[in-house]
């Protein structure tokens, strides 16, 4: 009986294939999946390295991995889903026996936040599809994307122009660690400031040109609220990430002088209701970077309403500048800004967003530069999560 | 310019997988009538079947089926033209219905061709088998022609190949049991044979395609995102799997009888052993008196067992000893002799995968959008063996530290203790690869509840591993009490 015994082996040995993939496909099988570096700026390129590891004779028919992250983080292009919030991504391998696969996707940052890789399902068959095999991956990716920088130069014009004279103040002892150079004495001034080798050279009594230099110390304070009396979060979410992005380029600012920086934001990374953030003041890359990660961090939206915020902590800025980024601008603010300006302390807004009050000439005010048929903000993220 | 053309003609000659696919749904049509011209001949023609009959069967339902391929392949394209807007409707429709209304025209007259009819036997030859036959091919045509249109993926499933591997083993069921009923029967059963091993092959790279497709399918995956490779890969294993069974099936009997063989000559071999060891006891025993037969109650317990040994003990003893000395050769170069086979599978293995990549039109569209790299790579003999884990429980690693505890030789103390700081650290999942070094894994420790323990453990391991100096008794009490301590202070969480 030939036939029947065919018969036999064929259903034993489709059985088996099933059985044997179905007990095998997962063992001594590692998935790894991690981004080539844990921080990048909005707009960056970095890359998803999944790595498959089979180390058995067994060879896989095929092996899929089920990626599911944030919709910020672009990658796969037509071979990724987005819904909602989140960008699911299959991916397809072959393994063969004891061969390790590694994958490098190549992922664009759209927005700043800190994103992790949701979940990995493996997914894997027998030669047939009689048995899918399902696993999650235990996978710790995660990238912090810090808020892109902008040129604030040709982003932001003067509500004034800068028309008219302003008063300069001028300290009234230079400061002796700053020379300028070399000029010819004049009465009056000190002789312990003689520069002894140049008189010698010109035969003339020459004397160490100091500066005046203040101590600059900046707070950058973040409004996230979009709109006057917003509650939670914010109505145009992509007007708040270009007060974040304008924030970023200030505290990036400070590094060229190493300028003392705080930053003070009227909501907090835990999105606590009430909880506002304000950091210590310090200089450097290291500390720049610090305040860029808790920026990265934040919630799109407001815990506190920003009029409410400079009431309670305006008055604990003891810095000589306070640069308040902000999408709105009213009354209450300039009033902060005129009481800190009889405290020695200046006050600049940025504001982004289009006038609609009218601009005080008292208050130092830098206004989005909005050319003619370019968005406000930047959507470019936006259009491409799409 | 001439090597462009060339390049271009033989990518155009290159076949499509899908097109292959797509013929061989529409091929497992007529086998799987095939059971029916087999019953009807079975039952109508007095239960003689052969060869013959199974030529003219499927010669039949395979000109049936191509003719209504045909035919169905110009109503699919007549049907997909009807939606442009300038194309008459009326010529698809007629199409459509002639498809099913000519089929009589070409099975009856194979069916009077193949299977005349007989008037010498009255009613019966008119009847006998020519009807169930005409009937068959009928059917055939029919489902051909329902094959030819979508993908191969609608035409064919799992359950249909299921369905028709049944459709051979009723009939065969039935057959075999009208043999066992009537004796004057003559039943070749050996083209039946064949044409189920030939739907099965067929079936099973079908559906082993399928499988990956209705993946893609189910849950909504773009088809192009999969790499064309892992179709032929797949076709691979398939067909690796099917050539093992049939390879089994063809040599089955003669490696039964092999290994029959080999486990009676074992068995031999094992009586041969005893009646030597027996023999050689009565030897001592005995003095001169001979052979074991005449020997205590053993030795007549083993006379019957040593009775081939006595014919010709030399010759059997040097079978044995050759025997023995064959296995243990084998076995001691077991591994080379597998590297050797198993490079020479791998070889051939490969050269067949290229030669399907070669044949197909293969799409790999992740990587050639560049959407990723990918980079496969075989694994080391390190690499084959997965990295030490942590603990997974507290009792796990109580577990180790007291058999570690045990441990009295200094070298192997320090060794393992260290494999054990090694194993807290991995629990506190920092990245300690084996080929780090003791100032590697230093650096992954640092600022971590390990970082004290490695700086007072490193020293003292890399004197024991590489200088051969072992540490004095005060050295080793205070490694052992770290790391102890170490192990037992490092938080283990529970893993879902």
């Known amino acids: 009986m030939p036939i029947l015994v065919i018969v036999f082996l064929m259903a034993v040995m489709l059985y088996a294939q099933g059985l044997l993939f179905q007990k095998k496909s997962f063992e001594h099988f590692e998935y790894r999946c991690n981004f080539s570096r844990p921080e990048a700026f909005e707009g960056d390129e970095v890359e998803l390295v999944e790595q498959v590891f089979n180390r058995k004779w067994l060879p896989l028919p095929w092996f899929k991995t089920e990626i599911t992250t944030s919709k910020w983080l672009d990658f796969a292009g037509s071979q990724s889903v987005v819904t909602y919030n989140s960008r699911f991504v299959p991916s397809f391998f072959l393994m063969k026996s004891f061969q ?10 759209l927005k700043r936040g800190i994103f992790d890789i949701e979940r990995v399902i493996l997914v894997s068959t027998d030669l047939l599809g009689q048995k899918t095999m399902t696993q999650n991956a235990d996978v710790k990716a995660q990238i912090a994307v810090l808020p892109q920088t902008i040129d604030l130069d040709s982003s932001f014009v003067s509500a004034r122009y800068l028309q008219g004279d302003h008063p300069v103040k001028n300290q009234l002892i230079p400061d002796p660690f700053y020379v300028s150079g070399v000029r010819e004495y004049r009465p009056g001034d000190p002789m312990k400031n003689i520069h002894w080798n140049a008189t010698a050279k010109l035969s003339r009594i020459m004397i160490r040109n100091m500066e005046y230099t203040t101590r600059q110390n900046i707070t950058v304070v973040l409004n996230l609220q979009s709109r006057p009396f917003e509650q939670g979060e914010a109505i145009d979410a992509p007007q708040m990430e270009h007060c974040i992005r304008v924030a970023a380029t200030l505290l990036e600012r400070t590094l060229e002088e190493s300028t003392p920086v705080s930053l003070g934001i009227n909501s907090n990374i835990n999105n606590i209701d009430k909880e506002t953030t304000e950091t210590n003041q310090n200089f450097g890359r290291e500390h720049v970077l610090s305040l860029m990660r808790l920026m990265a961090a934040l919630p799109q939206g407001s815990t506190q309403d920003f009029l409410v915020y400079l009431r309670e902590k305006g008055e604990s800025f003891s810095t000589t500048d306070i640069q308040i980024v902000t999408a709105y601008l009213n009354e209450e603010m300039f009033d902060f800004a005129r009481r800190c300006a009889m405290d020695d302390k200046r006050v600049t807004f940025f504001y982004v967003g289009i006038p609609t009050i009218e601009l005080p000439d008292d208050c130092e005010i830098y206004v989005l530069r909005q050319p003619r048929g370019q968005s406000l903000v930047d959507t470019e993220g936006e259009e491409a999560a799409r | 310019m001439s090597a462009n053309i060339s390049g271009a003609e033989k990518k155009r000659s290159k076949l499509s997988l899908f097109t292959i696919l797509k013929a061989m749904t529409v091929i497992e049509v007529p086998l799987m009538m095939l059971p029916g011209i087999f019953v009807s001949v079975a039952v109508f023609g007095k239960l003689h079947f052969g060869w013959a009959h199974f030529g003219r069967g499927i010669l039949a339902l395979f000109i049936v089926a191509l003719f209504a391929s045909v035919l169905g392949y110009l109503a699919v394209r007549y049907d997909v033209r009807s939606k442009e807007p300038d194309f ?18 070409v099975s009856l007259p194979l069916v009077l061709l193949l299977w005349p009819i007989r008037t010498d036997v009255g009613l019966y030859g008119y009847l006998a088998p020519w009807i169930p036959a005409f009937l068959t091919l009928e059917v055939c045509w029919v489902f051909t022609v329902q094959a030819i249109p979508g993908s191969y993926t609608a035409s064919y499933s799992t359950q249909d190949f299921i369905r028709c591997s049944m459709l051979y083993l009723v009939p065969i069921a039935v057959i075999e049991l009208l043999r066992a009923l009537v004796p004057d029967t003559s039943y070749n059963v050996v083209p039946m044979a064949l044409a189920f091993s030939l739907y099965t092959i067929i079936g099973a790279i079908v559906v082993n395609q399928q499988n990956i497709d209705l993946m893609m399918e189910r849950r909504r995956h773009d088809k192009s995102s999969l790499p064309g490779k892992i179709r032929v890969y797949n076709l691979l294993l398939i067909c690796g799997l099917l050539v093992l069974v049939f390879s089994g099936l063809l040599v089955g009997e003669q490696l039964g009888t092999v290994l029959v063989w080999v486990l009676k000559r074992l068995g031999l071999s094992l009586v041969y052993l005893i009646a030597f060891i027996f023999w050689l006891m009565s030897l001592g025993q005995n003095g001169d008196s001979g052979g074991g037969a005449g020997g205590g109650g053993g030795g007549d317990d083993f006379s019957g067992l040593a009775q081939g040994a006595k014919e010709n003990p030399f010759w059997n ?49 992740g990587s050639a959008e560049g959407y990723y790299t990918e980079e496969a790579e075989d694994l080391t003999r390190e690499e084959r063996f997965a990295p030490i884990n942590g603990f997974k429980n507290k009792r796990e690693m109580k577990r180790a530290l007291k058999q570690w505890q045990k441990t009295s030789d200094p070298e192997k103390r320090v060794r393992d203790g260290y494999r054990l700081l090694m194993m807290a650290s991995r629990t506190q999942e920092k990245n300690i690869l084996n080929s780090d070094t003791t100032g590697e894994i230093l650096e992954k420790n640092r600022q971590s509840s390990l970082e004290t323990a490695f700086m007072q453990a490193n020293p003292i391991y890399d004197r024991v591993r590489y200088d051969d100096t072992l540490p004095d008794a005060a050295e080793l009490s205070g490694f052992a009490a770290k790391v102890e301590e170490s192990c037992l202070a490092v938080d283990i969480k529970k893993k879902k």
């Open chain 2, 317 to 365: 003893i040097l079978l044995v000893v050759i025997f023995a000395f064959v296995v243990y050769m084998l076995f001691i170069h077991r591994r080379r002799i597998w590297e050797a086979f198993s490079g020479w599978f791998i070889k051939i293995a490969t050269k067949l995968y290229h030669f399907f990549l070669d044949c197909f039109k293969i799409q790999e569209l």
């Open chain 1, 100 to 109: 390790k696969v590694t994958r490098r996707w190549k992922v664009k940052c």
């Open chain 2, 88 to 105: 008459s409707k009326g010529k698809a429709m007629i199409l459509k219905v002639s498809c099913y209304a000519v089929s009589p025209l």
